[in-house]
């Protein structure tokens, strides 16, 4: 069995649309994931958006939507943006999906049994962009952040976490495993945040339950109040889960959200996989530790100046911009000039130096001339190397030692380290070529030894690049890897397979342009056009003509009922149907819908429907469906199930 890796991304809030912050955490979780299915790991990557609130429920108010319609409009700018990108996530959680919030309210009820969840009243200050209870400590750690934080003085009573107990293991898993929080300077900030001696002396219970909002997970058995957002939101890593890959290896987060990460969530799972009789403060038994992330993964942020990029600071890339120059790009570039941890200053003069310097000129400029020096000196076919002289044996050393090295960073989570190592790699094969004259060697029959070894040594690079570069620019190293004439998909290949002398089984094919040299003032222009807000674009509607008229009395022979949907499951085999159970108020009926591609099961189960409830039974792969639900569409569109007002009951007929 491969080993398994879990990787995650946060889960994006959605009253904000995709900005360079979301697309560069996203990015690099699909970095990670790609290369560890190249380490030959059996890889799950999780991504999904956290849809509950204050902020998500005061939008919809002001919009005059229910919170509900307002999230389902825009979960899909995420999921669609990272689709169109070519990422390779395998799930998409919604903080809004049955599942998740059953299992939200499971676990709720089970850390209150165990009395790690108590009632109380809490009275104190608020962050409402945080939403989260504050001390005066925090209110002045983030003012000097910076960040317009709205603060009020709240008296409610609450659910509390009772996240003091687990301070001793905290501590412990901290110390004894320094994996947890990566990089290293950023597990000192949570030691400190945590220590009993620092500045906030011991840590308190956390509040975790709201009676200021209704749109949330409901507390069980007590409706008045619904879930903290961080707690709903942390468990969707456990509700997106896929059997089997738990805990997760590698979690990616920004800066400002690490605490949540490396402090209530490992003790949220701790209360979750403590055993009764565990002893709170004795040592944290390594069978709760296997069950907490193997690792939180802190990054820093993307700055405009000196500022974070933010929608409330309007000085937002959007990803059109950043994707401008092509998906490749932009990964290289975000990849390679953030040094992970810490923050960065975004210019798009920056953007396009690094490309033109790396893409353009270095990789893309050595790909096509040494593929160009073998077809025009060696007709194609890449030569074994036939002497070494000094300058050769220093490059076969280069080569040789930046395979270990590009991994070894990669694995100690350096990217753009391990990206620096390959780059300088390629470099020192450009003053290769300068130094041996290939274009002179080809003229002297005596020199064609040497030429064979310059040629072959280009290749053997190039071949190693596409593949180690392949997880962060993985359509510029499957065209290399065509160029060289390899066969197959270069992501398929296994970094172990790796054989840098290996003979060229093929011989090299027509270079394919890797990367076009920017220019940089027509590119600015270009950019500067994409900047401009959309003009709302009227919606373009493919509605079908209207149908022959018919009289009242044939309308009125469909039975149209209100039903409530209360089981969905896809049916195997078919990405379009899905089966359900449906509560039609007279009886339950399965109903087999065409809707699989429009909707997750997880999205139907306690909807309401309109039922067309006498229609022939039918037997649609193998299953008999007793009716259909009502949908709307036009001739291009997903059906969108019809909804009733919710003091509509199943069984009401619709006349
Ligand atoms: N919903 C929470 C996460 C819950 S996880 C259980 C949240 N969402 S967010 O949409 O606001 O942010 C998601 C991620 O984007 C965070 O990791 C954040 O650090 C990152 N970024 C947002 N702006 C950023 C930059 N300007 N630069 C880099 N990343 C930043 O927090």
Redo the contacts with the bound molecule.
């Keep these: 069995m491969p080993k398994r890796f879990f990787v ?7 009253n ?1 649309r995709p ?4 697309t ?2 996203t990015i690099l979780v699909d970095v990670l994931a790609r290369h560890h299915r190249m380490l030959g790991e059996a890889v799950y990557f999780l991504t999904g ?2 849809e509950h609130g204050q902020k998500i429920e005061k939008t919809a108010l002001e919009q005059g939507v229910k919170p509900q319609q307002l999230v389902d409009e825009v979960a899909p700018n995420f999921e669609s943006l990272w689709k169109q990108m070519g990422l390779t996530q395998d799930y998409f959680v919604r903080t809004t999906f049955q599942k998740h919030k059953d299992m939200v309210q499971r676990r709720f009820r089970e850390l209150s049994a165990r009395g790690d969840i108590y009632k109380a009243v809490y009275e104190g200050l608020y962050s409402v962009s945080d939403e989260a209870f504050v001390t005066e400590t925090q209110v002045k750690e983030l003012q000097a952040q910076g960040l317009g934080h709205t603060l009020t003085t709240l008296k409610e009573e609450s659910y509390f976490f009772r996240l003091s107990a687990y301070e001793n293991w905290l501590l412990q898993l901290y110390d004894r495993y320094p994996e947890f929080v990566r990089p290293e300077f950023r597990l000192n900030e949570v030691k400190q945040f945590v220590a009993p001696n620092g500045e906030r002396g011991h840590l308190q219970d956390l509040s975790i339950s709201r009676t200021s909002i209704t749109w949330g997970i409901a507390v069980p058995g007590d409706e008045a109040h619904v879930v903290y ?2 707690f709903d ?5 456990m509700s997106g889960c896929k059997e089997g890959y738990w805990p997760p290896a590698v979690q ?6 690490l605490r ?2 490396a402090i209530y ?1 490992p003790a949220f799972l701790m209360a979750m996989f403590r055993e009764d009789g565990d002893d709170l403060n004795g040592e944290l038994p390594d069978r709760v530790r296997q069950q907490l992330p193997k690792t939180i993964l802190a ?5 405009m100046g000196d500022t ?3 929608k409330s600071l309007g000085n937002i890339v959007r990803p059109k911009e950043l994707l401008h120059f092509g998906v490749d790009a932009a990964r290289f570039f975000l990849i390679r000039d ?1 040094q992970i941890g810490h ?1 960065r200053s ?1 210019t798009f003069e920056g953007f396009m130096e690094r490309l033109n310097a790396d893409l353009a000129n270095g990789l893309g400029n050595l790909a096509s001339r040494s593929i160009s020096m073998l077809h025009k000196y060696r007709s194609s076919v890449v030569p074994a190397p036939a002497v070494w002289d000094e300058a050769d044996g220093e490059i076969r050393d280069l080569i040789g030692k930046t395979a270990p090295e590009y991994l070894a960073k990669m694995e100690q989570n350096n990217f753009s380290g391990a990206l620096e190592c390959l780059w300088g790699m390629l470099r020192g094969l450009d003053g290769y070529i300068v130094k041996s004259e290939p274009w002179n060697l080809a003229k002297d029959e005596s020199k064609a030894a040497k030429l064979d070894t310059v040629l072959a040594q280009l290749y053997r690079a190039l071949r190693m690049t596409a593949l180690l570069a392949a997880p962060v620019i993985p359509q510029m190293c499957q065209l290399l890897w065509e160029s060289l004439g390899l066969s197959g998909k270069v992501e398929k290949q296994r970094f172990s397979d790796l054989n840098i002398e290996e003979p060229a089984p093929c011989p090299v094919k027509d270079a394919k342009p890797l990367f076009a040299r920017i220019d940089k003032d027509s590119a600015i222009a270009e950019i500067e056009t994409l900047q401009q807000p959309d003009a709302p674009q009227p919606p373009k509607l493919d509605v079908p003509e209207l149908r022959e008229t018919t009289d009242y009395d044939t309308f009125c022979k469909t039975d149209l009922r209100i039903g409530k949907i209360l089981e969905a499951q896809r049916v195997p085999k078919s990405d379009k149907l899905i089966k359900m159970k449906v509560d039609i108020g007279l009886e339950t009926r399965t109903i087999v819908g065409g809707i699989g591609k429009a909707y997750e099961p997880e999205q139907l189960i306690g909807r309401s429907v309109v039922v067309v409830a006498n229609l022939a039974p039918r037997k649609l792969m193998g299953i008999e469906s007793h009716g259909m639900l009502l949908c709307a569409s036009d001739n291009a569109s997903k059906p969108y199930l019809i909804t009733p007002a919710d003091d509509a009951m199943p069984g009401f007929i619709v006349k």
């Design positions: 995650t991304t946060p889960m994006y809030y959605v904000d900005h360079i912050g979301h560069y955490t958006t956290d957002v961080w939101a942390l468990l969707s890593y990616v987060v920004g800066k400002d959200i949540f990460h969530w990054h820093g942020w993307w700055l974070k990029i933010s953030m923050d975004f």
